[in-house]
């Protein structure tokens, strides 16, 4: 079970720490110390909702994130910003990213998405240029939010997720009575108004969260969006297409659980164990898995840009066509695995194990290398 000081340590931001859950099992020696005054949590959280709720206005107007909206609706149409990073980040320069806005300008003129990709495609045959991973996709999407946005609701999140961890671990100490289940409840419904505050509507949570054992468990095309389950076993679990869009799963146990097509878009998942997790055609963007285990994690395919994974365990993983752009690897183990086709433009491999990795057709484009060399344009980098 991972503690809070090992995740702390480990989180480049400060945010991200696991806590453990009200009412999930614990082990012995596991009980968080009592925290003197921690009730003040609830005061000053309801404080600042009420403050945030005067200019909420700009933040909840923002509706092109994956979350607030069913299972359904979301899962035909990915998030705003997941399309434009996939449109943007495998296409090269030249008259490949004018084949992008091509693409673009004519779904922005109200053309279908056929017509927009074969005016594209044309462009980039010209050319003799080429997409890497598939064609260039129509951008037929809303306007994404700006990176300035998307960080601070990150961040809001995970300030919002700590202090909440620190009082239902407060709660979770007290004897088992009705004051303690009202308590309970009153929290989890100010996280939920908070939340809501900078634009993360929550979704369902399973029932069996509180008991920390989710393990087998089918929670395929639900949205669980905003998820507070940290160290909750859900060993080989099914989420297929399943909305995990900023859900806290730090420390949980994901082996040999399948997760295609599920979106984990600024989802917490520092020391998570995902070994032999198959995660094909998952969106991971902006998500933390510092720590986080892979072990021969199916990755095909997956979108992890600007996401932070220092010292994650990519051992024998198949990255084969993902997209690692901007993504902080600092010190990960990626010996062995496989990195076919994938893309890891302006990424951070300070430190990086490569050893044995296969890295055909990898793009390199401006990636800083293990040995702390940048490749610039034109450059790679060597296992």
Known sequence: MASVSSIQSLNEQGSGSAVTPVNTLRGPGSRRPRIPYAW???????????????????????????SGTSASSVSSHRPARVAAHREVTRVQSGPVAAAAAVSAKSAASGASPSSSRSAAQSLVGTAGSRVRGQAVRAANVPVPLLPVVQAW?????????????????????????????????????????????????????PSCVST????????????????????????????????????????????????PGAELNYAYLSLAVLNQATLVDADLVGAELIGADLTGADLTNTLITIARMRGAVLTRADLTNANLSQTNLNDADL????????????????????TGANLTGVTWSYTTCPDGSETADTGSCTA
């Open 212 to 259: 920390g054992d989710c393990s087998g468990q089918d929670f395929s095309n639900q949205d669980l969006t905003g998820l507070y389950a940290p160290t909750v076993n859900f060993t080989g679990a099914k989420f297929e297409k399943t909305i995990l869009n900023y859900a806290d799963l730090n420390g949980t146990n994901l082996s040999g659980a399948t997760l």
């Open 335 to 354: 010996s062995d695995s496989n990195l076919t086709d994938a893309v890891i433009a302006r990424a951070d491999l300070t430190g990086a194990n490569l």
């Open 40 to 66: 003040l949590g609830v005061g000053a959280v309801t404080l600042g909702v009420g403050a945030a709720l005067a200019g909420a206005g700009a933040a909840s107007a923002d509706t092109t994130t994956a």
């Open 153 to 205: 609701r990150a961040g809001s999140v995970a300030v919002i997720n700590d202090v909440y961890g620190v009082v239902q671990a407060w709660i979770a100490d007290l004897p088992a009575s009705p004051v303690r289940d009202f308590l309970h409840q009153g929290v989890v419904s100010v996280r939920a108004i908070a939340l809501s505050v900078v634009g993360v509507r929550v979704g369902a949570t």
